[in-house]
């Protein structure tokens, strides 16, 4: 790559992964910073539970309106410049959300905030799978892990800051200005080395640029593209609901004060985080569909749990299970994305990306329908389903894996 080693380089590798894994780390914290508000903002501007579903399905609408975008803006100006120049717009977006004056105004913010989130998020997996390639070791799953962990960190102080009366506002300020410092510290990391992966990511430009594929192939890369996506679908569903659901089901299951609703959210990105610094290492071991499949496992297990708990324990550790058993979905999909046959690495993770982000768009207003229907904790019930599709398609992640090799 570029006819350069690993040992060559690498003092620059090892800042080069320090550069990505700052990259993942914003993103995740980023969005993280809204989350536990969310109580406040239902109270303040009079949801019910399916009005809230929709509101915050309109974040995965806007991803899915992003549509080939991230690998456009890719192949233009390159991933590192994207991850910056959209986490600049993520960050201002999210901020918007705190003067939120109407649920169609919070749709709205969080449509434009769906949008940068994708493009961002294309771009970072771009770059990161371009790292793990120079580095020949398995490290995606340990980007996701500091995405996680941005969230966690991000997640608890937001919860602080309620609990301590914070203005919103003012909170959510303040985290999109650290987020651009980190983003900005991470370009400098990666400094010019992101040129020297980047024979794959410049391969990745220019097959950007070329012409579309005729139908069959295209028809071809879909159908190897759809069960890493349902697989992915299922590591996002657990994530939103985490994200929206969570929190609610601490106070409504749980009981705990709104202040402290963010304890449920914190719970399973922080098992999460803790499965996808273990994955990597799991994944090497013993293959990344044998390790879906335990998740899928523990995904049923856990949403099994959260909708029969009776105590507040039982939810927690429901929750924890829901976490690390989604930890390694989403990077062993994109990581098997970036090898789809007849695409080129950006496309193949912005299709699986795209398709991903359309079951996303649906759990959140599903599990709203189920909850105002009957109750959350139904609601919370459509996981078993979750873990069970992510059994069914696992072995498709090594399907890929083969097949490349």
Known sequence: MGGETVGQRSTPGFAGIAGAGIYFSSNGAAFAALLPWYPLLITRLGLSAWEFGLVVASFAIGAIASSVLPARLIGRFGANAVVVGGTVLLVAFVALTGWSTSGWMMAGCLFLVGVCDAVVDVAQNVVGIGVQENRSRIILSSMHALWSLGGLLSGALATAAAAAGMDIRLHLLLVAVGCI?????????????GRQWGRRIIDDAEAARAPAPGPGRKRRILLAALPLAIVAVCGTAVEDIANNWAALAAVDIAGLPVTMAGIGFSIVIGSQCVGRFSGDVLVGRFGAGRIARLGGVLIALGGLGAATAVEPVQLLVSLAALGYGSATLVPGALSAASRLPGAGRAAGVTLVNWIMRIGFMATSPLVGVIATA?????GLGLL???GAATVVFAGRLDGERQRED
């Open 384 to 386: 078993v389903l979750i």
């Open 374 to 378: 009957t109750n959350l904790r139904w």
């Open 181 to 193: 410092v980190l983003v900005i510290i991470g370009r400098w990391l990666i400094g010019g080395e």
